[in-house]
């Protein structure tokens, strides 16, 4: 009985870790955009990856042929969801760092815009993930989306400060 | 600019500059998800205990009160004297 655990948990071990070589560089990025923090300072990013990572790790042996790399993804989206709203919420305590290509952005408008477009998730399975409507989805997409192709001209410090605490 | 072109190009601005992987990411994953996975067990086991616990305990209550007989009357005088 032993022994079929600890052979069965050095298996696990060797798949994570092929998983993991091959994916994490995909899955740091998308980590990256989400946080809005620069590609070569991403802490949170770094940590948010771990966390899901270690989720898909201790769920492993139950994945019946479901593919890893989704549910990593689904478990990262749906924990910065649920911490964007303590991490970027009135106080502000993370902004968003400049030299990032999402910085403009809100974080619901990022984890819509990277789940959809850098990712390709389809817009249904976008808002069964996040619980939001199709149409949101869809608003949220195209607002992001100009938002990024055009930024907002003079990005005054006053003025996104104002910003984030009326939202 | 039509749809399909805005998307293109918002998902070139989003592929640049992709962040260096730590190299300590896996081992650090497999910690925490070990940890993770020692711990479910763990609450696993708990519950189970706190259940075959509370199965023995209503055996037992029951097998002692034995809730189903019925109570011996209390309202009738008892009858004596014939």
New interface residues.
């Given amino acids: 009985m032993r022994e079929r655990q600890a052979s069965q948990g050095a298996r696990r ?1 060797r798949e ?2 092929a998983f ?2 091959g994916a ?2 995909r899955l ?2 998308t980590a ?2 989400l946080t809005a923090e620069a ?2 300072a ?1 802490p949170r ?2 940590r948010l ?3 899901a ?6 769920s ?1 042996d139950r994945l019946r042929g479901e593919d890893p790399y989704d549910r990593t993804r689904a478990y990262l989206a749906v924990r910065f969801a649920h911490r964007a709203w303590h991490q970027y919420g009135a106080l502000g305590r993370a902004r968003p760092h400049p030299g990032s ?2 910085a403009n952005l809100a974080p619901q408008e990022r984890l819509v ?2 789940l959809r ?2 990712e390709g998730v389809a817009e249904e399975q976008t808002a069964a993930l996040l619980g939001l409507p199709t149409e949101r989805v869809h608003a949220i997409c195209d607002r ?3 938002t ?2 055009h930024p907002p001209r003079p990005p005054a410090p006053a003025v996104t400060g104002a910003k984030v605490a009326a939202s | 600019m039509s749809r399909v072109e805005r998307e293109a190009a918002a998902r070139r601005i989003m592929e640049q500059t992709p962040p260096r992987v730590p190299p300590d990411l896996c081992a650090d994953a497999v910690r925490l998800g070990d940890r993770l996975l020692r711990r479910r067990t763990l609450a696993l086991r708990l519950a189970w205990l706190l259940l075959w616990a509370a199965t023995v305990a209503f055996t037992v209550w029951a097998l002692t009160v034995r809730p189903w007989v019925e109570p011996p009357s209390e309202t009738t005088p008892p009858l004596t004297g014939w």
């Fill in positions: 071990a994570f870790e993991v070589a994490a560089g740091l990025h990256t955009l590609p070569n991403n990013a770094r990856l771990t966390l990572l270690a989720r898909t790790y201790a492993w290509t999402l815009l990277v477009l850098y992001a989306t100009a990024l192709l």
